[in-house]
């Protein structure tokens, strides 16, 4: 998170002298002290996010390309004979952390024809527009990938 603050500050003075980079380095140890104390920020966070960033940018591809096939999918149910029959489907995810479960509930969403409305831990109710849509919900290829982030 330094050196994010550090970068961030060059970026937005938009050159590199002494008086910037002191200052620089001043006021990101401030800002760095400042989150630890108040918002809780430690190091081991930057690690985790660091040991798992390969997962998560995996993870975002992985999300564009099924909100792609939901799309198209939505779309052909729209100007196709068949109807939608909306239903909610429960189920648990299985998975054991909180950031797992959000990041579950706020991709489910995000894919077009689902909408997760009720989560509390790994307890999942989800609108669909055909049932169809929810079956297998617990073993998508979200929560498979879920599964491999680490603490």
């Known amino acids: 998170m330094y050196i994010a603050i550090i970068l961030l500050w060059i970026i937005l003075n938009g050159r590199i002298t002494g008086e910037i980079l002191f200052f620089g380095i001043f006021i990101s140890v401030g800002v760095t002290l ?3 104390k108040v918002v809780g920020y430690s190091m081991e966070n930057d690690g985790r996010l660091l040991r798992n960033l390969p997962l998560f940018i995996g993870y ?3 999300l564009v390309w099924e ?4 799309a198209l999918t939505v779309a052909l149910l ?6 939608p029959e909306p239903s909610l489907v429960e189920f648990h995810s299985g998975l054991q952390s909180n950031l797992q479960n959000v ?3 706020n991709s489910i969403t995000l894919t077009p024809g689902t909408i997760t409305v009720f989560q509390e831990g790994d307890h999942f109710v989800v ?22 982030i680490k603490d």
Request: aromatic letters at 12%; one cysteine or more; charged letters at 30%.
């Open 34 to 36: 400042f989150a630890a």
């Open 60 to 62: 975002f591809f992985v």
């Open 67 to 70: 909100i792609l096939k939901s």
């Open 78 to 83: 729209s100007v196709g004979r068949k109807k």
């Open 103 to 105: 990041m579950l509930a």
């Open 127 to 148: 609108h669909c527009l055909r049932k169809e849509y929810g079956e297998g919900l617990q073993e998508c290829v979200f929560v498979k990938l879920l599964r491999r």
